[in-house]
């Protein structure tokens, strides 16, 4: 609702970008990965967005920015100064998420976020969840967009852990009509993680097919929102991943729990 924030994490392809004249980001020479952020987004009125990266501030985004057609169930904003935002509204015939956000914050570069509430945590002792995954690959020097669901999240309270399963796919065009385009499937691989008291997990080694790299996150959604009753059917992720080839991914996850 407008007054509230949703509260998450950034992960950020680090590189060269190209853009257009109208500040659309068309190209990255991918170098590294980056998903130490944290990220506060203000809902100030329908379609003004304020975002607060690590605490420093950011870019706004107002409905005049908004463009006439989003890709992929987001809507997309765009400006030459405060730079290019999008954020997941309804995925149509591929579904809707309903405890969590995510989406990309091009304002300096490639960053992708997955956000919702603050939580009240879960009072049920195990939950699934399933997952949407966006951010970008680069594979034999080739750069993709890994956009879609795959696999997902069982959480155990009673043993207080988080074992969370991505099937990763790019697919092509990844700053354009990438929605559109063929999945190919990269790798899928695992982490299991501590969950603490306050709704975050501990950062974990997440592996699997010559891929290494880190995984963490939180619980997100209140119980007033939650059709459950209870708190915490949402959770949200940034991940890094590099094989010994110098092949990278790096992205966000948003998850809800499966309630059915």
Known sequence: MP?????GYEACAKGPVTRDAQGHITGIALTGTKIDNGLKIHYLAEDKYQLDTNGFGGSTFVPSMKQPVGIAGYDHFLDPVQGEFEIFSDGGSDGTILFATFGADFSSGPCFFAAGLQPTLPTIRTAEYGLWIDGLAQIGGVTSRLYGGGKGLSLDL??????????LGGRADPFGDFASQTITPIQTVTATMSLHADGTFSTATLSGGGYTGSIYGRLVSQASGNVSGDGGAGAVFVFELQNGAGDMMVGAIAGGAILI
């Open 158 to 167: 009673a043993s207080g852990t988080g074992t969370i399963t991505l099937a």
């Open 3 to 7: 007054g509230q924030a949703l509260v």
